[in-house]
Structures are given as C-alpha cells and as structure tokens.
C-alpha cells in the first residue's frame, strides 16, 4: 500500500497568514491527489484534486502543487473558516489512503 | 445540488452486524458515479471502507473486506452498507461520499455529515 505522510501535525498560524502543508507518499503517485477539510460536525469538503485542481466553488486562496511524491497545499491569506483539519489523500492506486491529517489552529 | 445522508442505529453490539443507509438526494444514482463509504475512528485519521457502483463492479479495502457488503438501491437513491462480526475497533463516524470515475482510483467530491456508530455491549 503507498503510505501518506503529512507535515505539520499541527499548525498554528493568525488570520491573514500564508500556511503550507506538505504531502509525502511513499511512492510516486503521479498527480492523483485531493485535499480535503474537515471540521466538527459538518460535511468534509473536497478542495483539491489532481494535485492542483481547484473544486469548483472553493475560495481561491486555496491552491495545490506537487506531483510524484512531494505536494503541498498552500492558503494564501488565512481566513476565520479556515481553521479546520486538512486531509491529504492518494487515488493513484486502491486501497485509496489519507494523510495523518494536519490541524491548522489559531495562534 | 447533491446531498448526502447517513442514517442507522448509533449502538451496535459486538459480533452484530452494522448496518447504515446513504440517502442521495438532488441527484440520481443511476448516473455516471461510483458511491462509497469511508470512516473515521475517534482521534484517528480517515479510513477508506470502498466504493460500489449499480453495476455491481465493487472496490474495497482489503483490510475490511471479507466482513463489508456494499450496494446500491435505485428505486430508493440510497447506498447501503453492511459490516459483519464488528468490534470495538469499529467505532467511528461513517462518511457516505459519491466518487468520481478517473482512470485510476478516484477521490471523493461529496460528503455526507456523517453518523457516529459505537460498538459497545
């Protein structure tokens, strides 16, 4: 199975701040790779797919690079809904597999 | 806009069967889309349980699958989901999600809310 790493685990950053998490698999996985968020209580939402497609109707702050083994997914200016836990997740081959998760908390 | 619904009972019993329903409103299932189901334990990540078409063509992960049953119901527009002999390590939130078809496997572009399902006697 391609293993998925993320990093941070935890993010703490303020309002307005430029963010990056970092994707890692454990082989190549091409550009098949989404980014979702996730937080208490409400339907995850798909960001990200093919590693730097936007889903439509997400802000543009968000946005997704990387390709082969290395991605990240950027915030441009953090806003207040965006504190939430971001999910990376590899669909190059089944099983499917997610990132541990990174937490992006207020400073 | 397409919505999802997770429904079933909240408490299960080991060695029982756990049993959930996905009711797929504002879109019909018999369209071009793979349905599936993922999980989340408590303070751990997201586990992907598999993905069903109404064809019957089926993934799933190899770490659940001798005990899941998954399956499409068309006159109802839902997406069932069966887990055998379940222990507590079964305890999580049960996602239902509609997965788009890609060349390889695939992501996951709509999400249900959710349901907690804990497996205690």
């Known amino acids: 199975d391609i293993q998925m790493t993320q990093s941070p685990s935890t993010l703490s950053a303020s309002v307005g701040d430029r963010v990056t998490i970092t994707c890692r698999a454990s082989q190549s996985i091409s550009s098949w790779l989404a980014w979702y968020q996730l937080k208490p209580g409400k339907a995850p939402k798909l960001l990200i797919y093919k590693a730097s497609s936007l889903r439509s109707g997400v802000p543009s702050r968000f946005s997704g690079s990387g390709s082969g083994t290395e991605f990240t997914l950027s915030i441009s200016s953090l806003q207040p809904d965006d504190f939430a836990i971001y999910y990376c997740q590899q669909y190059n081959t089944y099983p499917v597999q997610f990132g541990q998760g990174t937490r992006v908390q207020i400073k | 806009q397409v919505q999802l619904q997770e429904s079933g009972p909240g408490l299960v019993k080991p060695s029982e069967t756990l049993s959930l329903t996905c009711t797929v409103s504002?879109?019909?299932?018999?369209?071009?889309?793979?349905w599936g189901w993922i999980r989340q334990p408590p303070g751990n990540g997201l586990e992907w349980i598999g993905s069903?078409?109404?064809?019957?063509?089926?993934f799933h992960n190899p770490s659940l699958k001798s005990r899941v049953t998954m399956s499409v119901d068309t006159s109802r527009n839902q997406v069932t989901l069966k887990v055998t002999s379940v222990t507590a390590a079964d305890t999580a939130v049960y996602y239902c999600?509609?997965?788009?078809?890609?060349?390889?496997?695939?992501?996951?572009?709509?999400w249900g809310q959710g349901t907690l399902v804990t497996v205690s006697s």
């Open positions: 999600v509609r997965v788009p078809i890609t060349p390889s496997a695939s992501h996951f572009d709509n």
């Open positions: 504002g879109y019909s299932i018999t369209n071009e889309y793979f």
């Open positions: 069903t078409h109404q064809s019957g063509n089926t």
